[in-house]
């Protein structure tokens, strides 16, 4: 890290956060190790894909998670520090959160409008009469018609979209200095989507919050986040500016996982290319790099030692063999020659898996 | 058809098959004409007894075929003539010795619901809140407690403690005192005790329900949500779980009705409330076949308004189901009628 240690101008800092749930295997370590900066006014996208530990990083932020927990390492929000402390002073007032599902993150049997002046009057002393105007003002704001006629609607009667634009204006009631939004978009259909995710965009930069979005699919990120964060197992795989990220990524991860999404430009019939295996296991996790078993790159040292952290500018990853470099390109020919990697796991040629 | 005309045809049909079996069953008890006419009615070979008999036979419609006397009655019966009394005076005739006794049972049976559900309420937020922890296994443990123990058993420890030793509620019940008032000579005060007898069983079993219902409402996303408005804990389970998780309790409240009117008998007969429950035992006793009719009548219509009226308050409840056709169940499976 270089001039990054500005905290002043940081509203998050995480340095070596982890929280862990109790079972009955042991602990999981759901989040394990993760650090990061996050700048006033900024947005940063967490990508990776179910599993990865992605929502308990935020949850775990949030202080939502319950009583079951552990968290280690250190998260200060503004200065403070929000590691075993309750945060319920912070909820509805400076930090916010937007759901993936807004079929069942609103309350069914509570009106709309209800829902959306209730942190107005619980933390802004507004009167019912004064909440209900600023609802009313916020259903224009994120594009609900008839904004008056649906305060008093219930959500079985909206649409996922305009539920969707409800739970942003419940984000937006209560004005906070951080909105995480969980997959803010993925339970919707794509013409939806987009509109939902440019109003998030456009509602931050007006009022100069930060976000945290998190989602499994990079191109949601792609345009949108100032930087994105590769998430794996728990930890940082990858992190760097938006742009960087697509154009001189050095993860194998997160080569893959831009290589799984289908393209529109693909020749008819083209084969998906998924990434082979499942997350790994949280419990009893692999001792070196947690991608090592599914990674095309794999070499003895990543089966065994985790790779350390190399940040060449704003550009931070962990990995042994980076994509691109002279090292990296060694390891998959060596690999491809093989046929399999260090890991076992068995690849053609060209470098796609069988 | 209308769904409400569907329904009070549906209503009007089942009180028909009820009054019919509880009439044919009656029948078997006995004969009744010994406490209409005394010690005569076993005295057949006397001729002027049998001439006596016959005579009451002939009055009280007795010698006529059961179905003939079913419609006698049946048709006496939605005039609002609910017959004479089976003893040796026949008064007061049946609908006064109902509006007498009634009310008292009534009142005994909302001063219990009020109870069980204002324990039942709190009782299960707590529960819920701190599930599986210590304070619900041992709310657990006392529900299961206060399930179990029979209300004479109930009776005697809460008419020990909070009369004998402590003396906080009277030991008495008048049926002449006022009802609203809060000193001993007020009937409202009278039937805390009676009350809570009838009614700490059904708060542990609304308990059992409304418990488990709000861990599975706590565990859904608009909970999360609510707590990251920064809504406080308290009003997170008030005002955002509790309302959506009353179905299965209300079913059980309606259902319960009619089964706190068998539950009352014991609790009228211990703190000596004379209403319908103590009327149903000593006319069942007597072979008095009017009284058992009538309020085996009440009490059946009472239970399907009832549980008709839990159908209308799913719809006040849950937004959802305004629109849907109630008799169908949705998350629980309702009564039906």
């Given at each position: 890290m270089l001039h990054e240690t500005d905290s002043a101008n940081n509203i998050l800092e995480l340095s070596d956060y982890r929280v862990g749930f109790r079972t009955e295997r042991g602990l999981a370590k759901a989040v394990d190790g993760v650090s990061l900066s996050l700048k006033r006014g900024s947005t940063l996208a967490i990508v990776g894909e179910s599993g990865s530990g992605k929502t308990v990083l935020n949850r775990g932020i949030m202080g939502?998670?319950?009583?079951?927990i552990i968290e280690g390492g250190s998260a200060k929000f503004q200065g403070e520090e929000l590691v075993n402390t309750n945060r319920q002073k912070l909820w509805g007032t400076k930090m916010a959160m937007i759901f993936q599902d807004p079929m069942t993150s609103l309350n069914p049997v509570m009106k709309v409008g209800n829902q959306v002046s209730e942190p107005l009057r619980l933390h802004q002393g507004m009167s019912r009469k004064e909440a209900r105007d600023r609802t009313v003002e916020l259903f224009t704001l994120v594009g609900i018609p008839e904004p008056a006629k649906r305060f008093g609607e219930y959500p079985h009667q909206l649409s996922g979209g305009m539920r969707q634009r409800v739970m942003i204006s419940i984000a937006l009631a209560i004005e906070p200095d951080i909105l995480i939004a969980d997959e803010p978009t993925t339970s919707l259909d794509v013409t939806v989507q987009k509109y939902i995710l440019d109003l998030l965009v456009d509602v931050q930069s007006k009022s100069n919050m930060s976000m945290v979005i998190i989602t499994h699919d990079l191109g949601v990120a792609r345009g949108r986040a100032d930087e994105i964060m590769v998430m794996y197992g728990g930890r940082i795989m990858e992190k760097a500016p938006s742009e960087t990220v697509f154009q001189e990524m050095k993860h194998p991860y997160t080569q893959a996982l831009l290589s799984s999404i289908p393209r529109l430009n693909d020749p008819k019939h083209t084969r998906l290319t998924p990434i082979e295996g499942f997350p790994p296991d949280i419990v009893d996790g692999p001792q070196g790099c947690k991608f090592a078993a599914r990674c095309k790159y794999a070499q003895d040292t990543c089966l065994t030692l985790a790779p350390e952290e190399t940040t060449i500018d704003k550009h931070t990853y962990f990995c042994h063999f980076p994509v691109g470099t002279d090292a990296g390109s060694e390891a998959l020919k060596s690999n491809e020659d093989k046929g399999f990697t260090a890991a076992g796991l068995r690849i053609k040629s060209k470098g796609e898996v069988v | 058809m209308p769904k409400p005309i569907r329904r009070l045809i549906g209503l009007l049909g089942l009180l028909t098959i009820v009054s019919m079996v509880t009439f044919g069953a009656m029948n078997f008890l006995g004969d009744p004409l010994f406490n209409i006419l005394g010690p005569v009615a076993a005295d057949v070979d006397n001729p002027e007894s049998l001439k006596v008999i016959e005579e009451a036979k002939a009055q009280y419609h007795l010698d006529k075929s059961l179905p003939e006397r079913w419609a006698r009655w049946a048709w006496d019966f939605v005039r609002g003539d609910f017959g004479v009394q089976f003893s040796s005076s026949g008064q007061p005739p049946v609908s006064d010795l109902i509006k007498e006794r009634l009310p008292r049972t009534l009142e005994l049976m909302a001063v219990a619901q009020i109870i069980a559900v204002s324990l039942a309420i709190p009782w299960s937020v707590l529960a819920a809140s701190r599930a599986n922890r210590r304070t619900d296994k041992i709310s657990t443990i006392t529900a299961f407690a206060f399930v179990s123990i029979p209300s004479f058993a109930m009776a005697v420890i809460l008419f020990y403690f909070f009369s004998v030793q402590w003396d906080l509620l009277p030991d008495t019940y008048t049926a002449t005192d006022p009802f609203w008032g809060i000193s001993h000579d007020h009937r409202l005060i009278q039937l805390i005790l009676p009350g809570f007898t009838l009614g700490i069983g059904s708060a542990a079993a609304y308990q059992r329900l409304l418990r488990t219902d709000l861990i599975t409402t706590l565990q859904q996303d608009f909970i999360l949500m609510a707590k990251s408005k920064g809504v406080s804990k308290r009003r997170v389970l008030y005002s955002h779980a509790l309302r959506p998780s009353l179905f299965s309790m209300i079913t059980l409240l309606a259902i319960n009705i009619g089964f706190m009117i068998g539950g009352s008998l014991v609790v009228e007969q211990f703190f000596r409330i004379p209403g319908i429950g103590s009327a149903v035992v000593e006319a069942t006793l007597r072979e008095d076949f009017p009284v058992v009719l009538a309020i085996v009548m009440i009490v059946s219509a009472g239970f399907m308004v009832f549980n008709y009226l839990a159908d209308y308050l799913y719809t006040l409840i849950d937004p959802r189901v305004r629109n849907e056709d109630t008799s169908k169940p949705r998350k629980i499976t309702s009564m039906g009628m």
């Open positions: 939502l998670l319950g009583a079951n | -």
